[in-house]
């Protein structure tokens, strides 16, 4: 508690809200098809320094008590081809997807300011029907700090939640 109050290094605290998943061409070989990871979240900074985030990465806790993580790759670009449905093949829209990609926003972090918005990951095509035990968000500031958060898919906010404070048409 001391050390927030007088150290100058940035400390991003936040939740994944919740976790999409899709599938989408690999942008690099559009003939394979992979699973994507559309993560709603939401990130602060607990401590007076601004943070500026340069690279985030995703694992995925898959399978047993000592399965390992699995790292899947963050999409860069314009994601304006991307569509989404649910489980029963209605469409899905996300007003201003673009706009509100994190690793778009070049505003930093600030002391107590929530700084909402989406990461969206690629991965192997055979996580869209894997059962996920964790996934662990690992954000990277400027200085090369690194930034965890770590969620269970039973501790996901509610859709209807998501929905209002995102503007996702079609969830609930």
């Keep these: 508690m001391l050390l927030d109050r007088i150290s100058d290094r940035p400390k991003i605290r936040g939740k994944i809200m919740q976790v999409m998943r899709g599938r ?47 790292r899947v790759l963050i999409i860069r670009g314009n994601m304006s081809d991307l569509h989404f449905s649910d489980k029963d093949g209605k469409e899905l829209t996300i007003p201003d997807l673009n706009q509100r990609l994190l690793n778009h926003q070049r505003t930093p972090i600030e002391f107590g300011t929530a700084f909402v918005g989406f990461l969206i990951f690629l991965g192997d095509l055979k996580f869209y029907q894997a059962k996920i035990r964790k996934y662990k ?15 269970r898919p039973e501790r996901f906010w509610d859709l209807g939640y998501i929905q209002d404070v995102f503007g996702v048409k079609g969830l609930v």
């Design 137 to 151: 968000l690992t954000s990277i500031d400027v200085f090369g700090h690194k930034h965890r958060i770590v969620v």
């Design 24 to 70: 989408k061409n690999d942008p690099r070989n559009p003939a394979v098809m992979m699973t994507s990871f559309t993560l709603f979240l939401y990130l602060t900074n607990l401590r007076k320094s601004p943070a500026h985030l340069i690279d985030h990465w995703l694992e995925l806790k898959i399978g047993g008590i000592f399965s390992k993580y699995e």
